[in-house]
Every structure is written in structure tokens, then in C-alpha cells.
């Protein structure tokens, strides 16, 4: 038994209606949004939109009035400029979809008959009744977009650090077979995300971040090994627990001339497309940036200096290691963006022009900064594009941010 023939039946007075705030044209850009999700091609979701707008208004908030569309199929092929059978057959899986109810006379008009107790046509009724389920559709749609947005950038930044650390491995010597798989893996990483779903970046961003780690491990083994400590290191505000400092991206890289760096790198492998484009690519992105903050700053201070929010991200990326390695840090940043309703943009441009890793920091301080007892920063958004300006001009003093956030921390 049909909607209508129920209505009919009982006499109902009443009939779903859009939440408060919401009008019809809310409906049709709702079904824009999740109708891939309802099964909707965008012929029949085109249909779907012609048919609505044939509908009043005022029906589809008035609970005392049922949102039906009169119009003959000729009516509507006309205007959504398609065949009568196309009409007829998107009408059939508009109800098994359970988005219509179809009530019509036997020679197939439509309208309302007998002062108004006989409707024929198309309700609308039971897309009404949905309308919470669509909105939770697109929520869950927005939260992947926003995940697969991050993963992006995430991809990318462990790419980049993967690149830096790939030109330190190289610098250390003969060590032919783990260069060249390290190498290899970087050679096979996409340079695009087009049509990778979460699950391809999530599985992509695994794959670098296990060659990151296991360069980075090896790099720290070679700095124990050598007993080289970080000469940029200051020790006024080191920690007074004994701990291993652990190599960040690039952190002791000499910036060796080209022509030399492709010496050492040309030794250790025979790819040269990819030496050249470690070569040209580090040279262009880091030539007279500041040395990289973790540089000046152990991972645990770091870690001490970043607000709650910060931290949960941290702790949720790092996992079983105590502190966290260059990798973390930009990962939690960019996962904590949207908490602090800071745009990508902004985020894109940070990184352009500080660096993955620094421009991580600046979110953590800013973070930090937002609870200040003199100066609050009440626009993280904002606050990051300022830093960058200050980057850009050689003003910005991220050391002395992160000394002062120690110095709050110690003195209570």
C-alpha cells in the first residue's frame, strides 16, 4: 500500500517537512553532494533536480502540506531536456530508491482530485523523511575528503623527507645495496594522488614512512657510531634527563656544491635521473633556508613544548616510539589543521616557504600560543600566514618561540 493511498486512507493531516533553517533548494544541493552514494548518475540525479524544482516551496517546510510534483513526463523531459522513456524509467528508481512515492491515475495523469482528497503525482514525502540520513552522507563524505586531503599532504612531506634524508645516506659511503632499494622506493612513489582513495594513500604513506625509518635508523646508528654531535645544538635549554638525540631530516647535510654532490650520490648508485633530481631538487627548495629547527631542540623538549591538542595527534601518529621522530611532527600538524580552522592554503604556503618540518613547528607554537598569558593568538590561521611573511623576509624566530614556551613550562 502506497503513501498517498495510507493518507488517503487515514486522513493524515501531517507530513515530513525540512528541519528548521532548511529549504528545498538545501534538498537539491544535498543530493549533489551524496547522490553518487543513493546509486544516482548524473543524468538521474539531473532529472531528480528538474522534478523538485517543480515543486512549491513553501511544501517542503509546511508540515500541513505534501510536497508533490504534478507535472506530466512530456512536462519534464521537456525541461530537464531528455526522452519521455528516460523520465519514465528514472520515475521507477526514484521509488525503489525510496525517494519518491508514485501515485497516478490509470491513464497516467497527475493532479489533485476531489476537493483535494485525491493526490496523483510525485511526493516527495519519503526524501523528506531522509534528510537526517543525507546530512550524516555528506558529513561522513566531508570527513574522507578532509582525511584524503590530509593524507595528501602527508604523502608528500614524507616524500620530501625521504628525498633530504636520501641525499645524507648517500654522503656516508659505499653502501651500495641499501642506497639503491632506498632509491628504488623513492623512484616508484607517484608524483600525483589523482584517483587515489584513502585507502591507496593510507597504504602509500606506510610504504614511505617504513624506507624514512629505516634511512633514518641507520643514520642515527652512523651518529652514534661517529660520536658527531649536532653542532647547532643548544645547550643551555638541554634537557638535564641523558637521552640520544635522535637525526632529523637533514639536520647535518652539508650543502655541498651540485657538481659534488652528484660525485658522492653517482658512486653509490646508477640511477642518475634520480641523483639528478635529489640534486636539483634539494638545492632549489633548501638553498639559504635557516638549518632545520630540530637542529637547535631535542625531540623530547619538542615534545614538552606542544600543547594538548598537538600532543593527542602525536601520540596517535608515533605509536610505540617515546619520542617523536621529523615525520610525526608534520603529520600531526597537518592532521590538527582543521581543529584550528586553519586553511591548506595557508598550510601549502607555510611549507613553501619555511620547510615541512619548520613549518610543523610553527603550528605547534602557534597551537601553544593560543592559550598565551599576555598575547593569545586568536587567529591560528592568520598567525601561520604572518609567520610565513616573517619567514619569507628572514624575521621569523621559531627558537625563540619554542625558548620561550620552555621557559613558561619550567617556571610553572
Known sequence: MTYQTLRQLNHYETYPALPEAMQRFHIQELLRDVGQLLGLSDARRHILDTMISLTAPSDWTDPARDAVCYAAQ??????????????????????????????????????????????????????ISRVYELLEMRRALEAARIRCQALRRQCSAARRLLRLALVQLVEIGPLVDRTAEALNCFTELPRRYDGMDESKLSALLVTVENTLSDVHDFLSLQAKTSGTPEDTFRPYIQDTIEEEIELCNASSIQMEAPSKQAEIISKNTTSMSTVKSLENKYAAEYRG?????????????????????????????????????PLDLVKAAIMLLPDLHINPSAWDEAVQIMGDLRASIAVLVIDKNRHHPVCPIHSPGGALRAFARKASAGELNLDGSLIGILSRLRNG
Open 74 to 127: 512530456t512536462f519534464v523531459a521537456e525541461k530537464a531536456n531528455r526522452s519521455t522513456k528516460a523520465i519514465r524509467d528514472a520515475e521507477t528508481a526514484f521509488a525503489a530508491a525510496g525517494l519518491i512515492t508514485k501515485t497516478v491515475a490509470d491513464n497516467g495523469h497527475r493532479g489533485v482530485y476531489a476537493k483535494g482528497a485525491i493526490v496523483h503525482g510525485l511526493s516527495f514525502a519519503p526524501l
Open 289 to 325: 633556508h635557516k638549518p632545520e629547527i630540530t637542529s637547535s631542540f631535542t625531540p623530547r623538549q619538542i615534545y614538552a613544548a606542544a600543547g594538548p591538542d598537538f600532543k593527542l595527534y602525536l601520540d596517535a601518529v608515533k605509536g610505540n616510539r617515546v619520542l617523536p621522530n
